[in-house]
C-alpha cells in the first residue's frame, strides 16, 4: 500500500511540475503617476528592495536616478 501511495505521489509531482511555464513577463504600457516625483519614486523603491531582501547589494547592481 505504502508504495502505490508513493508512485502515485510521483507522478501526481510530475504532472504538477509539468503544468507550470517559463514565460517571460511582458509589460503592455507605461502609467504615469504626476503627482508623485521621479526621485520620490526612486526613493521608495530603493526602499522596498531594502526591506524586502537581506542584501540589497546583491540585488541593485546599477544605482542610476535618470534612467
Known amino acids: 500500500m505504502k508504495i502505490i501511495l508513493l508512485i502515485a505521489g510521483f507522478f501526481l509531482t510530475a504532472f504538477i511540475s509539468y503544468g507550470q511555464?517559463?514565460?517571460?513577463l511582458k509589460y503592455?504600457?507605461?502609467i504615469s503617476i504626476d503627482s508623485v516625483s521621479k526621485d520620490a519614486l526612486f526613493?521608495?523603491?530603493r526602499s522596498w528592495l531594502?526591506?524586502?531582501f537581506k542584501?540589497?547589494?546583491d540585488v541593485i547592481q546599477?544605482?542610476?536616478k535618470e534612467t
Not at 21 to 24: C, E, H, Q, R, Y
Open 62 to 64: 546599477i544605482q542610476d
Open 55 to 57: 542584501s540589497s547589494k
Open 50 to 52: 531594502n526591506d524586502a
Open 21 to 24: 511555464s517559463d514565460t517571460a
Open 43 to 45: 526613493q521608495k523603491a
Open 28 to 30: 503592455s504600457e507605461v
